[in-house]
């Protein structure tokens, strides 16, 4: 009996591509073309080194000084008293001043005595240049005594004896005529000669005199 030969196999049957990677490949070019391109990615500044954060301080330093020398320079300009108040100037008429051989005269408000002498008006500060005590005159001893220690003073303010280290102080004085025209001034601490047209003498007491010491 004859043997049967089996057939051959045959032979596998080829598959086709897959479309699945072109329709991919398809998909990923049109979303390419269609999206929008990416915004640049935004830079830092830089932060501030030291140098420029000292330098900086030391502008506004700077700028902060002048600021307080510009207002200093400007309270300094303006005057801080007006005319008639202490540490400004006391208007008071030329009679207002005794006679030479008369007792000085207290001005309470400008806070001196107005004195007369042969060499002409003084206005003494009304403070004992010891510590600061408010002395008096003395009629019978024809002299400026002060309470406290005993200082002693000659009617123009020149010290005689006591503790105090110097003779009075005094104030800066103007001569003034009728129309208000200066017509004399003294500006240290010595007796004012008055003119004859003086009507009006202007003490100043934010100009003090320092008296003379002693020593």
Not at 169 to 188: C, I, K, R, W
Request: hydrophobic residues 40%; positive net charge.
């Amino acid at each position: 009996m004859a043997e049967t030969t089996a057939p051959p196999p045959a032979a596998p049957t080829p598959k086709p591509a897959a479309p699945a990677a072109k329709t991919t490949a398809t998909k990923t070019a049109a979303a390419t073309k269609t999206a929008p391109a990416a915004a640049p990615t935004p830079v830092a500044p830089q932060g501030v080194t030291r140098r420029e954060f000292l330098y900086y301080v030391w502008g506004a330093s700077m700028a902060l000084f002048l600021a307080e020398t510009a207002g200093i320079s400007v309270l300094f300009a303006l005057p801080r008293f007006k005319e008639g108040q202490f540490g400004g100037k006391i208007a008071v008429s030329v009679t207002d001043f005794p006679k030479v051989s008369d007792a000085p005269v207290a001005n309470n408000l400008g806070k001196f005595w107005m004195v007369t002498t042969d060499k002409g008006l003084i206005a003494n500060y009304k403070v004992c240049t010891h510590l600061g005590c408010i002395y008096a005159w003395d009629g019978l001893a024809n002299r400026f005594a002060c309470p406290c220690h005993g200082s002693q003073f000659q009617k123009d303010g020149t010290y005689i004896a006591g503790p105090a280290p110097r003779s009075l102080d005094t104030f800066a004085l103007e001569a003034f005529d009728q129309a208000g025209n200066p017509v004399g001034q003294s500006a240290d601490g010595s007796p004012l000669a008055v003119p004859a047209n003086a009507v009006t003498i202007k003490v100043n007491t934010g100009l003090k005199i320092t008296g003379k010491s002693h020593f």
